[in-house]
């Protein structure tokens, strides 16, 4: 028999070995301070993400992402394809945000608000260590762990990914529909039915198998902290000068040289989700979840040492240097964001009751009628957003030759909707110079939308024209 020890393999990240194998992480839970506030925001937050689908603003969806209509109802208001500029501003504020907080509190975000995160410890994670038991030291499996248990544990898992599933297709489909839906075969809303099908088994792949990968090597917002962060962001990290040299045992002498705090026990390594050793530094597989910091507490407290040897704080305050609030990040990220949201209230507060598209009709650009006369096809599309039922009449302005032909007119259009009809506009022949003219229409509820439109009407040109 060898007396030689085997060599553990090396390690790729803290999850992967230079084998491919994975290194499974079943993280110790730490109760404490932050467990507690993190647990609160994650209950919330889970509330709020299923009730969100059922909550209506003055009668309309508070969210409703309809991607088949192109319309995104966001806190009631609707979005439609040519709000582009609104959209815009609202998502580059939002980018910007979100840089602004990772500067000033790090990855809270990742810890506190992700639903990656908030799934995965406050419901996936307590429901394995209700089956499996809690689990024991250096990423060890619960000791309950059997094959029948397992399986509950899965089906568990698939209920809980087919429900989250359903709230998800809530929010692209309201839940008005989902509602009407289930109680229904699939076969009459096969679409629908296939994408709650994918969801529940991505749920399932991520939440079961997955897991911290997501974080680790999937999510881009996770890649670009070392972009996002500076000296002075709140980062969770480990006191360095007040921990080293660390050492196990009560006696803190050793070799002539006085140990730190930490008593290398090893705690805020079993309680990390992502395997990793915040005494190394900051790290990109750190998604501030804090179970460290409860983790180390509780060991000081046991020590009787002051907590916070792994705290919330910035690179600059742990190195012993002044933190600066104010840095340059911090000023120029804000400032863009109050002029994107001026730009985006001044462009709501100017949008008009109807929006009016004037297209083409389909076919030759113009006909001639019997009576000698060029007639142009138009539809008109009009979408009414002003909050009641309204009449749109439609005539042409000014002195003009010109002769509007429609049914409907005025077009009676329900708040919300979007009503397309055809008209035709016919003048005669010896107006057009080279093959147009200009007419102007006129599109009034006869209250709070009154607008006028300019269209070029085509017809014959040069000769044909003239010999007319
Ligand atoms: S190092 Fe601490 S804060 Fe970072 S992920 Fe691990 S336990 Fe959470
Ligand atoms: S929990 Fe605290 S004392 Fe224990 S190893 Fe980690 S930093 Fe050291």
Redesign the pocket.
């Known amino acids: 028999m060898s007396s030689q020890l085997e060599t553990p393999p090396g390690m790729v990240n803290s999850t992967w070995r230079e084998d491919g194998s994975r290194r499974w992480m079943y993280p110790r839970l730490s109760k404490g301070y932050w467990l507690t506030a993190r647990r609160t925001v994650a209950y919330v937050l889970i509330a709020v993400f299923t009730l969100l689908p059922y909550l209506k603003i003055q009668g309309r969806p508070a969210v409703l992402l309809n991607i088949p209509a192109r319309e995104f109802t966001i806190l009631g208001f609707t979005f439609l394809p040519t709000d582009t500029l609104l959209l815009a501003l609202l998502l580059v504020s939002l980018i910007l945000g979100v840089f602004l907080v990772t500067a000033l509190f790090g990855r809270v975000w990742c810890g506190w608000m992700c639903p990656q995160t908030v799934y995965m410890e406050f419901l996936y994670r307590p429901l394995e260590r209700l089956f499996d038991g809690p689990p024991g030291l250096r990423h060890s499996p619960g000791k309950r762990r059997s094959s029948r248990r397992t399986v509950a544990k899965y089906a568990v898992y698939l209920l809980a990914s087919a429900f989250l599933a359903h709230t998800f297709l809530a929010y692209f489909v309201g839940v008005d529909n989902l509602a009407r839906w289930m109680q229904q075969s699939p076969l009459q809303h096969p679409a629908p039915f296939l994408v709650m099908l994918a969801t529940t088994a991505l749920m399932m792949f991520d939440f079961s198998y997955f897991r911290e990968q997501t974080c680790i090597v999937a999510c881009p917002y996770g890649r670009f902290q070392s972009v996002m962060l500076d000296r002075d962001s709140l980062i969770v990290s480990?006191d360095r000068r007040r921990?080293e040299p660390?050492g196990k045992g009560k006696h803190r002498e050793r070799q002539g040289q006085t140990l730190g705090?930490?008593?290398?026990?090893?705690?805020?390594?079993d309680t990390c989700p992502t395997g990793i050793d915040i005494?190394n530094g900051l790290q990109l597989e750190c998604i501030a979840c804090t179970q460290?910091i409860d983790?180390?507490d509780h060991?000081m407290d046991r020590i009787g040492k002051p907590r916070g040897?792994?705290r919330f704080s910035s690179q600059a305050r742990i190195d012993g240097q002044p933190s600066q609030l104010l840095r340059l990040r911090v000023i120029v990220y804000p400032a863009i964001m109050v002029v994107l949201l001026t730009a985006f209230v001044a462009v709501l507060a100017n949008q008009q009751d109807a929006h009016v598209t004037l297209l083409r009709g389909p076919g030759l650009p113009f006909n001639e009628l019997a009576g000698g006369e060029i007639s142009n096809q138009l539809r008109v599309k009009i979408r009414n957003r002003s909050g009641r039922d309204a009449q749109y009449t439609i005539a042409l302005v000014g002195e003009t030759p010109a002769r509007l032909m429609m049914e409907n007119n005025p077009m009676t259009i329900g708040d919300r909707e979007t009503q397309i009809q055809s008209l035709l506009i016919a003048v005669p022949r010896s107006v057009f110079r080279q093959g147009r003219y200009d007419v102007t229409l006129r599109i009034s509820d006869g209250q709070s939308f009154d607008q006028q439109f300019s269209h070029r009407l085509l017809g014959p040109q040069g000769r044909e024209n003239a010999d007319g």
Do not use: H, M, S
């Not at 705090?261 to 390594?269: K, S």
């Open positions: 480990y921990g660390r705090d930490c008593v290398d026990c090893g705690l805020c390594v005494r460290c983790a180390c060991v040897l792994i």
